[in-house]
């Protein structure tokens, strides 16, 4: 079991930048790759970026070159700097984690967190 808490969340003005944070905790060493969705009123949950154990990342198109994503601490933290922030940004945010054991692959999800861009 994993358990993922996020903060950061907030209010910001176009153009500004806001810090998401997730902290893992129980079975961390399991954890493989760990990553951040979005999910906006009436639409589907996206991905908005992840990276590997080793540091491999993968952002989508829609914030490459404004979010970035980083993991601290081993396995038991993961960042995402959000900059140039977008009125299209404004979702509630979910940090994910999969857990990999012998034949299978878990996910596990925050319980979100709300960004607001005002335009």
């Known amino acids: 079991q994993v358990q993922l808490v996020e903060s950061g969340g907030g209010l910001v003005q176009a153009g500004g930048s806001l810090r998401l944070s997730c902290v893992a905790s129980?079975?961390?060493?399991?954890?493989?790759?760990m990553g951040w969705y979005r999910q906006a009123p009436g639409k589907q949950r996206e991905l908005v970026a992840q990276i590997t154990r080793g540091g491999s990342t993968n952002y989508a198109d829609s914030v490459k070159g404004r979010f970035t994503i980083s993991r601290a601490n081993a396995n038991d933290r993961v960042n995402l700097q959000m900059n140039m922030l977008k009125p299209e940004d404004t979702a509630v945010y979910y940090c994910a984690a999969d857990v990999t054991t012998p034949g299978r692959v878990t996910a596990y999800w925050g319980q979100g967190t709300q960004v607001t861009v005002s335009s």
């Open positions: 129980g079975n961390i060493f399991s954890i493989s790759t």
